[in-house]
């Protein structure tokens, strides 16, 4: 076969036709130019496609980001809100249906974050009023263990928290009135009242309270405890039961016997004159025993009330003491006892009424001479103390008290021998009214003794200025 030159293939425009088997087979011959064209032709539609593929793979981009990251900045937002952390307002600058999503959200959480505030707010109302409660309040969680307390029961206690938190009843009080009580609301729901006494020195009264917090969630089963303290109460009332079984008994006894004596009289004894004359003697005692203890209650009860009024100014003691003691010197003599005093002249004056510091002075020295037995000692003796204040100072060798209780010489009717005071005509008023009235001086009283021995009694009376 004959090769065709480059030139007369280029001028070759022609096709052969070859019958093969009955077929035919085509060459189709073309010259490099119009194959060059062909083939960029082809590159040039390939790139056109591939440059609109790009601009529509850069446009969806485009279009996507748009989309994506509104919500993309929701997510971001939303998980920031459910964590807690402040999240601030959503920004998104679109008019569709993101941006009023966006809107919406920041709306919801708006007023997800006023609620927050308002429960925020009423927490810590709660919080200041649990610790600003005068009553000790204790929560028990679903275990009855020791959840939370308030600090006026961690004062009652005197204990820390530390100490007390996931502890049990029984752990912190050791008190079986307390956890039965707790087992009796556990088994009815009912609310309790309990009191209970919680010992050491100074014994504490607790009312308890125990009843449900209602409304938790989550089925949590709490139990509150208010814990008043009555210890203070408690005294009052035995002191007013006290008060009023003495006053009965002070007021029966003498009536009984002038009621008594005026009987026998009235039956006949009246016309023996000596009887007559020893009766009455007994009736007239028993009334002036019933004149000192209305005069008493009613000092006592002026004094508490402020009905009192004190006519302050500058006295010496050493007058008041001179002019107590020849009232008081007649009943010593009758017992053979020696008086002593000792006042210096120039102690400072003291700011008083004249009239009461003479009734506390009398009263403290007719206390002396009425418990010193026969051939005792009383003697007084005034200082200053360099405080403020001049002491006078009552000592005498008498049958002395013992220490448990001088606390409560103070209190109406109290006697530390009541069998004896009666005998030596006390009626129990006495010390009250002395401590009132130097209460109501600003000054104190203060009593030392030793049973079988002796007893002082100091007076302090704020000097004048």
Request: charged content about 25%.
């Amino acid at each position: 076969m004959k090769l065709l030159s480059k030139p007369r293939i280029n001028r070759l425009r022609s096709r052969l036709f070859y019958k093969i088997m009955g077929s035919y087979l085509v060459f189709m011959l073309l010259s490099v130019a119009a194959l060059t064209f062909l083939i960029n032709r082809e590159i040039k539609g390939g790139l056109t496609i591939l440059v609109m593929a790009l601009f529509s793979l850069l446009a969806a981009l485009i279009f996507s980001r748009k989309i994506t990251s509104p919500i993309r900045k929701m997510e971001i937002f939303t998980r920031k809100v459910c964590n807690g952390a402040p999240a601030g307002t959503l920004l998104v600058e679109s008019n569709d249906e993101l941006g009023q999503l966006a809107k919406n959200i920041n709306h919801l959480v708006l007023q997800q974050q006023e609620k927050i505030k308002l429960v925020h707010k009423e927490k810590r109302k709660l919080a200041s009023a649990f610790t600003a409660m005068v009553e000790g309040v204790m929560i028990l969680n679903s275990d009855n263990r020791i959840e939370s307390m308030n600090n006026s029961l961690m004062n009652i206690l005197g204990r820390r928290e530390d100490d007390i938190i996931n502890k049990t009843l029984l752990e912190v009080f050791r008190n079986m009135d307390l956890q039965n009580a707790l087992e009796r609301f556990k088994e009815t729901g009912e609310p309790v009242l309990q009191e209970i006494t919680l010992g050491g020195a100074s014994p504490i009264i607790l009312d308890v309270n125990i009843s449900p917090i209602q409304g938790l969630s989550g089925g949590d089963e709490k139990t509150m405890m208010v814990f008043h303290e009555v210890t203070r109460l408690k005294k009052l009332e035995n002191i007013r039961e006290d008060f009023v079984a003495n006053v009965t008994h002070e007021i029966k006894t003498p009536l009984t016997a002038i009621i008594g004596f005026i009987e026998t009289l009235e039956e006949g004894a009246i016309e023996d004159r000596v009887t007559a004359e020893k009766f009455l003697r007994i009736i007239s005692e028993h009334a002036q025993r019933l004149n000192r203890l209305v005069d008493g209650l009613l000092t006592l009860s002026s004094i508490e009330l402020g009905e009192i009024k004190l006519h302050l100014e500058g006295i010496s003691v050493v007058h008041i003491v001179e002019n107590a003691l020849p009232v008081i010197q007649a009943k010593a003599r009758d017992k053979k006892l020696a008086i002593h005093h000792d006042i210096p002249t120039g102690l400072p004056l003291i700011m008083a009424d004249r009239d009461r510091v003479a009734q506390v002075i009398l009263n403290i020295l007719d206390n002396a001479v009425k418990f010193t037995p026969e051939g005792g000692k009383v003697s007084i003796t005034a200082f200053e103390d360099g405080g403020g204040y001049v002491v006078v100072r009552i000592a005498d060798t008498g049958i002395g008290i013992p220490a448990s209780e001088i606390p409560r010489l103070g209190e109406r009717f109290y006697r530390v021998d009541k069998t004896r005071s009666r005998e030596l005509g006390g009626i129990g008023l006495g010390l009250s009214i002395v401590k009132h009235l130097m209460k109501a001086h600003q000054g104190r009283v203060e009593i030392e003794s030793s049973p079988g021995k002796s007893t002082t009694v100091s007076l302090y009376f704020p000097c004048s200025l």
